[in-house]
């Protein structure tokens, strides 16, 4: 009788669980930034593409605050089953992680886990439309003729813009001043006004003004960013090994089940491939760029290591 009881409950178990199998209710995809932006309309747009592709509603919130942190902690904690993932960037998967002196709710290193690549974000050098600069080598030679008065912006301290900033001196030896703004816009401003020499940023924040003459592209980051200009050299053919770029993707909880993990590699593979997915990723500034979860999760202890090098030599810490 004992045994027959045991086996009922082993059934009732097995049963239960079948029936939580992912996905049996809607999913959230949380985003730690305001709406609006590339990455907001990235998220939105895989969203809607995959719904169908899991047969249930995947529903965007955005949970500002903290570069992201607040997003990064509310997934980390929530039951690692697939229902709740992450809207992941490399900011707060990859630099937030490596800044000494951070405190953080949750180690994403840690407590959470790449799901899939959706696309990157390239990058470029822009100066104003009536900067001397024609290319590297003129700012190079200029911060050498002029050490420590040539400026660069970025959107804060630790962006990914101004460790653009540190590469490019740590690579070619010269002394150069950051300004850290409250975002990229205000940054832009002040390139264009020629208050501020220049900036490496995203290419989805400044593709139109580019193209409209409001501000003048000199040098791209990497190679995918000759997509978009494939006139324009990259920064590296002047200053060899520089390269900088981010990204968007999806994270979850660390300790999902394998099969979760599929369903959503599956499902972005999928969106990645659909032309309205690639126009719209495009119309913004972003690649497509598809890369499954041991991909994604081997790029982001890359990025890490990078990333952990520049920072310790600038003497870079948390604001």
Known sequence: MRALLGLAAALLLATGAARAEFPDRPVRMLYGFAPGGSGDIA???????????????????????????????????????????????????????????????????????????????????????????????????????RPGQISYASPGVGSVQHLAGELLKQKTGTDMIHVPYRGSQPALLDIVSGRIGFTITNLGDTIGQIRKGGLRLIGLGDPLAQTFFPETPLIARDVPGF?????????????????????????????????????????????????????????????????????????????
């Open 243 to 319: 390269e900088t770029y981010a990204w968007f993707g999806l994270c979850g909880p660390r300790n999902m089940p394998e099969a979760a993990i599929g369903l959503w590699e599956g499902a972005v593979r999928r969106a990645v491939a659909e032309p309205r997915v690639r126009d719209r990723l495009m119309e913004n500034g972003l690649v497509p760029a598809f890369e499954g979860s041991a991909a994604l999760n081997r790029l982001m202890e890359q990025n890490r290591a990078t990333f952990r090098a520049v920072i310790r030599a600038a003497n870079i810490r948390a604001q």
């Open 43 to 145: 998220a939105r747009l895989l969203a809607d593409t995959v719904s169908p592709l899991l047969g249930q509603p995947v529903l965007v919130e955005n949970r500002t605050g903290a570069n992201g942190m607040v997003a990064a902690e509310a997934a980390a904690s929530s039951p690692p089953d697939g229902h709740t993932v992450l809207f992941c960037t490399t900011g707060n998967m990859t630099i937030i992680t490596e800044l000494p002196d951070t405190r953080l709710p949750v180690n994403p290193a840690k407590d959470l886990t790449g799901l899939a690549m959706l696309a990157r974000t390239t990058f470029g050098l822009v100066v104003a439309p009536d900067s001397p600069w024609q290319g590297i080598n003129d700012i190079v030679a200029e911060a050498r003729r």
